[in-house]
């Protein structure tokens, strides 16, 4: 069964900090991975990534791709208290009974002033 | 640019009754995804309809199904609820149909509390 693991569940850091949030991935007909941030409905998008070793940027968040070891890492840097939420990482395939978008458990982020 | 629009918002219901939500996909999408989250968990994948026809289908017993209108719309039915249906019930929408790699992007959801 395909699945999407990420890493921590739960992170608290101070405001200041840097942050690495870690996704994993066992998905057949890989296509696309992406980032959405939760907060209290709506995810929201932030990135898709379909190529290995190319960064994407916007403002302090960052992310990566690699395919060969099939994870993919989310930075962002100087975190501030409204980057507080829950961050899905989701990989996106041809389809199969898990549909075309599968996610993983999120990890939530807690920053304090 | 109006995004994807949910109602209700919230719900209440209780075990046994049927519940239909509704979804309005963002300007100029034309394929919507309904997903089920509990709390603590992900989304997981229900269905996903495409010119208003179910193209693909999660892991969902039928007592779930749905429905797209001309206008892209749609609705997702729950019958015989059950109170594990408890959860949010977010749609996203998206452009190009299940062979697409367009991001897709999501409402605020509809809260369904089962009693």
């Known amino acids: 069964e395909d699945k999407v693991v990420q890493s921590p569940l739960s992170l608290v850091v101070h405001e200041g900090d840097t942050v690495t949030l870690n996704c994993s991935y066992e998905v057949t007909n890989f296509r696309s991975l992406l980032w959405y941030k939760q907060e209290k409905k709506a995810p929201t998008f932030l990135f898709m990534l379909t190529s290995s070793g190319i960064e994407k940027k916007s403002g302090r968040l960052s992310s990566i791709l690699d395919k060969k070891e099939l994870f993919s890492i989310l930075n962002i840097t100087a975190t501030q208290t409204g980057d507080s939420a829950v961050y899905l990482c989701a990989v996106g395939n041809y389809g199969g009974s898990q549909g075309n978008l599968i996610f993983g458990k999120g990890t939530k982020l807690s920053v304090k002033p | 640019d109006a995004g994807v629009t949910q109602s209700p918002t919230h719900l209440i219901k209780t075990r046994g009754q049927q519940v239909t939500l509704r979804c309005s996909p963002k300007?100029?999408?034309?394929?919507v995804s309904w997903y089920q989250q509990a709390l603590g968990q992900g989304p997981q994948f229900i269905f996903q309809y495409y010119e208003e026809e179910e193209r693909q289908r999660g892991n969902f017993p039928d007592r779930f199904s749905g429905h797209q209108f001309p206008n892209y719309s749609s609705e997702l039915n729950v019958n015989a609820l059950l109170l594990g249906d408890s959860a949010l019930y977010l749609c996203?929408?998206?452009?190009?149909?299940?062979?697409?790699?367009?991001?897709?992007?999501f409402g605020d959801g509809t809260r369904l509390s089962i009693l």
């Open positions: 300007s100029g999408h034309d394929t």
């Open positions: 996203a929408s998206s452009l190009g149909g299940r062979n697409s790699n367009q991001p897709q992007h």
